[in-house]
């Protein structure tokens, strides 16, 4: 089974300073891991997945997360933050295994506030 | 290149009835899948649809079913609907059941139970 535990339901920070969301997950199999983001009454955007090659990944608007095996994590950076940033912020393990197809396995998120 | 698309985005039903949301999938996604977005919660997933068949089903009860259609569009029906059934639903279309395909979410349907 896989699971993912997002640290901190909200976060704030100034505008400027370093953005970082945790996330750890559990998988009885290697993970592809992914980060994605919601604006305001809006679907999911994908921001960027990690799929077994490089362990750091960069993504959309200037974020970026680095694949830990030892520390079974994969938390989201952005060294500077912008107040376009403001928004839920969901980490998500994809679980495939013989058979079966694949899906995403959500953490609850993150509300990520960006303040003047 | 139209995305995923979803309708309708929002809805009011009463308790006891039964609802249909609609889902074109990305254009050359032949994938769907459908998750609940509970409020302040991260999305679950329901189930997914390929080949206009079910593959794989979330912990959810038979009251919510679907169906894929020839051109991979989708429908999720949910009967007998609970208070507990308000949420958004949101579709995602991928091409394969792949691990690594990146999954593409429309803006979802906001399902509201009095």
């Known amino acids: 089974a896989q699971s993912v535990t997002q640290l901190g339901s909200h976060v704030s920070v100034s505008e400027g300073a370093l953005v970082l969301l945790r996330c750890n997950y559990s998988?009885?199999?290697?993970?592809?891991l992914f980060w994605y983001v919601q604006y305001p009454n809006q679907g999911l955007q994908l921001l960027l997945k990690?799929?077994?090659?490089?362990?750091l990944v960069k993504g959309i608007n200037g974020f970026e997360a680095e694949f830990k095996k030892s520390e079974t994590s994969f938390h989201l950076t952005k060294p500077s933050a912008h107040m376009s940033d403001a928004a839920e912020y969901f980490c998500?393990?994809?679980?495939?295994?013989?058979?079966?197809?694949?899906?995403?396995?959500f953490g609850t998120g993150t509300r990520l506030q960006v303040t003047l | 290149d139209a995305g995923v698309t979803q309708s309708p985005t929002h809805l009011i039903k009463t308790r006891g009835q039964q609802v249909t949301l609609r889902c074109s999938p990305k254009?050359?996604?032949?994938?769907v899948s459908w998750y609940q977005q509970a409020l302040g919660q991260g999305p679950q997933f329901i189930f997914q649809?390929?080949?206009?068949?079910?593959?794989q089903r979330g912990n959810f009860p038979d009251r919510f079913s679907g169906h894929q259609f020839p051109n991979y569009s989708s429908e999720l029906n949910v009967n007998a609907l609970l208070l507990g059934d308000s949420a958004l639903y949101l579709c995602?279309?991928?091409?394969?059941?792949?691990?690594?395909?990146?999954?593409?979410f429309g803006e979802g349907s906001w399902l509201t139970v009095v």
């Open positions: 649809y390929y080949e206009e068949e079910e593959r």
């Open positions: 998500a393990v994809s679980a495939l295994t013989a058979g079966t197809a694949s899906k995403l396995t």
């Open positions: 990690y799929t077994s090659a490089a362990t």
């Open positions: 998988s009885s199999v290697p993970p592809y």
């Open positions: 995602a279309s991928s091409l394969g059941a792949g691990r690594s395909e990146t999954i593409y």
């Open positions: 254009s050359g996604h032949d994938t």
